[in-house]
């Protein structure tokens, strides 16, 4: 089995993404001594018989995610499971599914036992081009989105991206939305990549999609082992992400979050050009071959609030004060964060996009 390796420095311990080439890695896990198996139950359902078979009769927990369980009382019905076998010091929890079974898997991987060996197979394409590297495992509290958790990273990450081909089209295009989040982050050479492979991606060839996934993953190790606590540069992950939450809030969840990223970006876009820090050239250049490529909602149909998107943006974690905060790209693919965001601005790029 030929391998690519992304190697991860953290504070908390090394550990390592895995790229393998086919699913015999399910195998190589299962030799793993004192595991119990946490499965996300969609993905249960469509591989049982594929390749998740090869676990035999391993100790497995089926568990049903959403995000209105991924809070303290989700963490607790599958301890409920994961106590039933036993657990030791030396137990290692393997969870296979996406970003929810990531949070609530290694917030249960981080507190047994104050922390036990935990092995992570993402299968979404946000998992695995994103949340599975960074440390964070989040909860929601009551109404707050990932108020709570901890920093804990997997000891080992397999990717895998033929898990991708039974995504939905909407998650899988939540997921292109953070891809491409990162990808503009990481400069004219990764922005080019994604221009370049565009057609794959949208058929998810597996050799394209691994290239991708690396490439998104080495940006993203650039600001998280610099800043592995979110002090300050890590901060700049959050591009697309100060509107994007706003849009997110104001529409009531309708519009999916990796999408709601893209309309972000779309709308700081609109405030760099006016700000004379991206060009009218570039903007529309991106606007008009990335982004609006891979945006797959009717703009038209969504109705905003102004008054509305403000109030969700006042309430960003990283406000400091009376202004909003907002993360711009410049020209030569340059992250800037601004503090001084004014709400004549907000209504000025909303009406930009059509919406006011
Ligand atoms: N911890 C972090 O750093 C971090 C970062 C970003 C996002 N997140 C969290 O990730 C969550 C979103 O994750 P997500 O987008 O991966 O979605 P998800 O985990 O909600 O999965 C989406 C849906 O797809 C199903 N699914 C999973 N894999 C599948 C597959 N291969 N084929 C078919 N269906 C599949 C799931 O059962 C679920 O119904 C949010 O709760 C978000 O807050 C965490
Ligand atoms: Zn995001």
Redesign the pocket.
Known sequence: MSVDVINLRSNIKDYIAIFPEDNSFLQEINQEQHKIFII????DK??ASKCLNVLGNAEKIIF????TS?NIHGVIALYDQVMKFQPKKNTTIISI???????LS?YVASTLFRGVKWIFI??????QA???I?????L?YKKY??LM?TFYPPNTIYIYPN??????ET?YY??VG?VAKLLLMGGEDATQFFLKHLAEIKKRDFLVLSQIIKKCLLIKKAYIEEDEFDMGKRNMLNFGHCFGHALETATNFIVP??QAVVLGIILANYIAEKRNVLSAKKREYLQKNILTEILKIDINSIKINLTEVIAAMKKDKKRIGQDLPLIMLNDNYEMLKINDLKETEVEYALKKIGWL
């Not at 049903?64 to 995000?67: C, D, S």
């Not at 960074?134 to 989040?138: E, R, V």
């Open positions: 996300d139950q969609t993905v469509l591989y049903k995610v959403h995000e991924k599914g996406g970003g929810i079974m990531q949070d290694g993402p299968t979404t394409l946000l998992a994103d949340s599975c960074g440390a964070k495992t989040s929601n989105k990932n958790g898990f991708l081909q039974t995504q939905n998650d939540s997921g953070e979050h990796g």
